[in-house]
């Protein structure tokens, strides 16, 4: 079992920056691949980046290519979301998710049923 504490969250003007932050309990969080989606008001959840087990890999939805950059620390049991000239359709609550089965895939999920543990969320705000 994996717990997901997600936080970093609040209110930026457009073009400011956020980096949030996913912490995880239990020892296996080095080997699960990492996932980040976002939810905005009256839409349907949506994957934003994924990181591979080593940090190795990284995908990124297109519309955040070139401004967010994902990263982990396994040290810290820890995922990052950095993100960059933030735009308000960047407004949303951002989840973290865990893939226990990240250790095996070749592939890194980009749909939620990939993914096994899920955070509580945390709220973006992006002012024009």
């Known amino acids: 079992q994996v717990q997901l504490v997600e936080s970093g969250g609040g209110l930026v003007q457009a073009g400011g920056s956020l980096r949030l932050s996913c912490a995880a309990s239990g020892r296996t969080f080095s080997s699960y691949a990492m996932g980040w989606f976002r939810q905005a008001p009256g839409k349907e959840r949506e994957f934003v980046a994924a990181?591979?087990?080593?940090?190795?890999?990284?995908s990124y939805t297109d519309s955040v290519k070139g401004r967010f950059t994902i990263s982990r620390d396994n040290a810290k049991n820890t995922v990052y979301l950095q993100m960059n000239s933030l735009k308000p359709e960047d407004t949303a609550v951002y989840y973290c998710a865990a893939d226990h089965t990240g250790l095996y895939r070749s592939n890194l999920g980009s749909r939620e049923v990939e993914y096994d543990y899920w955070g509580q969320g945390t709220q973006v705000t992006v002012s024009s």
């Open positions: 990181i591979s087990w080593n940090g190795g890999r990284t």
